[in-house]
């Protein structure tokens, strides 16, 4: 992140792959929360790409850990560069069978501009997350652009479960672009209303999220914990180097065990639930 001294920063995001992230829900809200913090404000914008992205500090649970939210662009349910090869450019794919995806599964897809695939199911399956994600991978031809995947499964009104299997990542604890398209395809469902904030579990954590109306358009509101774990000053041309980094630096034990706790009364719920996912 490049802060540009004023309030605003320029951001860029990679997968663990190499490949640059159109965008980064997660990422964001930790690049805001960094921004935040070194100007003492109340709301920064952290540019990627094209968008600006408006980052609030929303003060901290009642665990103490750091929450913020961060405004993404308007979702597209039928972008000009279509996920689903069948649906051809400016081509809705909503709620639809498509055996290449999966025998049973209906599936919905949406640009939050990074491609995603939402199934909501009635019960959860690691491995068939796993397997439908990979056959999402394998399939240029019905999927040519790539996709995420995320399963989503209602736990009440106002709460659900989101998993999300990521193009070039693999199984992800949390994925903040895959819990806006999750949000934004509950309310094209007509699942949930789109103002109604729902709160989100997923093994990385807990979220939650709403849809502001933006014109004729919905534009996903992502709020979660930015947690602060570690710092340290590196040299530049150390990094670039062929050799060993060398560094000091200072873990923050205070939001560590904070947001621990919160993930361990987060798992209890999901236990409670039934699911009992991956755990990193």
């Given amino acids: 992140m490049a802060d540009h001294g004023d309030g605003t920063a320029r951001a860029w995001f990679y997968n663990p792959d190499g490949s640059e992230a159109l965008l980064c829900g997660n990422g964001m809200r930790c690049a805001g929360r960094i921004l935040l913090d070194r100007h003492q404000a109340e709301s920064v914008v952290v540019e990627q790409g094209p968008y600006s992205f408006t980052v609030r500090d929303r003060g901290r649970t009642s665990h103490g850990v750091r929450q913020v939210s961060v405004e993404l662009p308007a979702v597209d349910f039928a972008p000009g560069e279509p996920i689903v090869a069948e649906a051809g450019p400016q081509g809705a794919y909503v709620d639809r069978l498509l055996p290449a995806f999966h025998p049973s599964r209906h599936v919905t897809a949406v640009a939050v501009p990074n491609s995603h695939l939402v199934t909501v199911i009635d ?58 398209a999750s949000r934004a395809t509950l309310s094209r469902l007509g699942l949930v209303d789109p103002e109604r904030p729902v709160t989100v579990r997923n093994p990385g954590g807990v979220a939650r999220s709403y849809l502001q109306t933006a014109g004729d358009a919905w534009q996903p509101v992502l709020e979660g914990n930015a947690t602060l774990v570690y710092d340290a000053e590196l040299d530049p041309a150390e990094l670039l180097g062929d050799g060993p980094v060398a560094y000091e630096g200072a873990a923050h034990m205070a939001e560590i065990s904070a947001f621990a706790e919160l993930s361990r009364e987060n798992m209890k719920v999901l236990h409670e639930a039934g699911i009992h996912p991956t755990e990193v």
């Fill in 123 to 180: 019960t959860y399956d690691e491995a068939e997350l796993i397997e439908t994600g990979r056959r999402v991978a394998g399939s240029p031809d019905v999927f040519p652009i790539g996709a995420n995947l995320s399963f989503v499964l209602q736990l009440s009104d106002d709460e659900v479960f989101i998993h999300t299997y990521e193009r070039g990542a693999g199984l992800t604890p949390s994925c903040g672009s895959g819990i806006a």
